[in-house]
């Protein structure tokens, strides 16, 4: 019978530190496999790998596509792609973003859950909004494990603080120091009862992350259309809310939850403010121009309308500068080494 063997991390803000710690007091014969997607740019350089190995006794590298998953071994999700958890093996995907990020916590925690139910030990760590709630919850829904670590501890703790409001029935919540003693002994314990059918939600969420085309056409989907636009593409967003825990996906698979859709509509927001300042400068400046040019030509009452414009083009634009200037800014997280020598692998089935 195995264990739960099947261990999956998230982490944002904060989450350098919070990852090493957590590394560094994880044995070197861990009797489980441990994924981690930690927010990053999409387009950059993550040197997590390097600095995990450096860290701690297990070998840490970037995930790649279709590898098969081992034991006492840690793969972190590359910049641009979502890490999936597929029976025995790895996925790679660069699926649409979910709570604006790529990769994200909760395509994860769902394939994994999918993929191995009772198996799966979900942990959530320092981060700011609230990717790995849903994720966190699809882990439940399959009789896994649920790990967060305490608001109080954490750097940052709008994630921990958003799975515990919203998920039922968390396992643990823990400071970071006490998580790796606990995730070691979960790791020892075996899984007892039988698996549940994976929940049809869970199945369509994990297919459409890898834009299953079967899943992208169909008319039947969990949920019920909002009155909301998708921020990444204009679609229309579903609501599939459940309980507490608000959610919104829209039909090519970008998804939110509700903190996160509010970040992304105030960025929205600001930036149609800076298109209404330039565009109301720019009338200024032209309609000033023009003023000048009709005083020229002697067209006085012309040139008094044009003055009046810039006035008024000037007075609203002051006003937008007030708002940008006033207004409340949401911030958002937003080289493998050598792996020291180890047994004989032992793969994940």
Same mark, same amino acid.
Request: with cysteine; aromatic share 4%; charged share 25%.
């Given at each position: 019978?195995?264990?739960?063997?099947?261990?999956?991390?998230?982490?944002?803000?904060?989450?350098?530190?919070?990852?090493?710690?957590?590394?560094?007091?994880l044995p070197p014969d861990? $009797?489980?496999?441990?994924? =981690?997607?930690?927010?990053?740019?999409?387009? &950059?350089? *993550?040197?997590?790998?390097?600095?995990?190995?450096?860290?701690?006794?297990?070998?840490? *590298?970037? #995930?790649? +596509?279709?590898?098969?998953?081992?034991?006492?071994? =840690?793969?972190?999700?590359?910049?641009?792609?979502?890490?999936?958890?597929?029976?025995?093996? =790895?996925?790679?995907?660069?699926?649409?973003?979910?709570?604006?990020?790529?990769?994200?916590?909760?395509?994860?925690?769902?394939?994994? !859950?999918?993929?191995?139910?009772?198996?799966?030990?979900?942990?959530?760590?320092? &981060?700011?909004?609230?990717?790995? @709630?849903?994720?966190?919850?699809?882990?439940?829904?399959?009789n896994g494990v649920a790990?967060?670590?305490?608001?109080?501890?954490?750097?940052?703790?709008?994630?921990?603080?958003?799975?515990?409001? $919203?998920?039922?029935?968390?396992?643990?919540?823990?400071?970071?120091?006490?998580?790796?003693?606990?995730?070691?002994?979960?790791?020892?314990?075996?899984?007892?009862?039988?698996?549940?059918?994976?929940? /049809? /939600?869970?199945?369509?969420?994990?297919?459409?992350?890898?834009?299953?085309?079967?899943?992208? $056409?169909?008319?039947?989907?969990?949920?019920?259309?909002?009155?909301?636009?998708?921020?990444?593409?204009?679609?229309?967003?579903?609501?599939?809310?459940?309980?507490?825990?608000?959610?919104?996906?829209?039909?090519?698979?970008? #998804?939110?939850?509700?903190? @996160?859709?509010?970040?992304?509509?105030?960025? !929205?927001? /600001?930036?149609?403010?800076?298109?209404?300042?330039?565009?109301? /400068?720019?009338?200024?400046?032209? *309609?000033?121009?023009?003023?000048?040019?009709?005083?020229?030509?002697?067209?006085?009452?012309?040139?008094?309308?044009?003055?009046?414009?810039?006035? +008024?083009?000037?007075?609203?634009?002051?006003?937008?500068? +007030?708002?940008?200037?006033?207004? $409340?800014?949401? @911030?958002?997280?937003?080289?493998?080494?050598?792996?020291?020598?180890?047994?004989?692998? @032992?793969?994940?089935s």
């Open positions: 019978m195995p264990g739960h063997d099947i261990i999956v991390v998230g982490a944002s803000a904060g989450g350098v530190e919070a990852l090493s710690y957590l590394v560094k007091n861990l $009797n489980a496999a441990v994924m =981690i997607v930690l927010h990053v740019p999409s387009h &950059g350089t *993550s040197v997590l790998p390097h600095i995990l190995t450096r860290a701690g006794k297990l070998p840490a *590298s970037h #995930a790649k +596509d279709g590898e098969v998953i081992q034991l006492r071994r =840690i793969y972190i999700a590359p910049p641009n792609y979502h890490l999936l958890v597929k029976p025995g093996h =790895i996925h790679l995907a660069r699926g649409p973003r979910e709570n604006g990020h790529r990769p994200a916590i909760d395509p994860l925690f769902r394939t994994a !859950a999918r993929a191995y139910g009772r198996r799966v030990v979900a942990v959530v760590l320092t &981060g700011v909004l609230d990717d790995g @709630t849903a994720g966190l919850k699809a882990v439940k829904m399959r790990v967060v670590q305490n608001p109080e501890d954490a750097m940052y703790a709008g994630m921990p603080r958003s799975a515990i409001e $919203n998920v039922n029935d968390i396992d643990h919540i823990l400071p970071l120091s006490d998580i790796p003693d606990i995730l070691v002994s979960i790791a020892n314990t075996q899984v007892e009862g039988e698996e549940d059918p994976v929940p /049809e /939600e869970i199945e369509v969420e994990s297919d459409l992350v890898e834009l299953d085309m079967n899943v992208l $056409n169909s008319e039947q989907r969990p949920g019920k259309p909002s009155t909301f636009g998708c921020p990444d593409c204009g679609g229309t967003l579903w609501d599939l809310s459940d309980g507490n825990l608000l959610r919104f996906k829209c039909r090519t698979g970008h #998804a939110y939850s509700a903190e @996160t859709l509010l970040a992304k509509q105030s960025d !929205a927001l /600001e930036d149609a403010l800076w298109v209404a300042l330039r565009a109301l /400068e720019e009338k200024a400046s032209l *309609s000033r121009r023009m003023a000048e040019r009709m005083r020229d030509r002697n067209q006085l009452l012309s040139a008094q309308r044009l003055e009046e414009e810039v006035q +008024d083009s000037q007075k609203r634009a002051g006003v937008i500068r +007030d708002v940008l200037l006033k207004g $409340n800014t949401t @911030t958002a997280d937003g080289n493998n080494s050598k792996a020291p020598e180890e047994e004989e692998p @032992t793969n994940v």
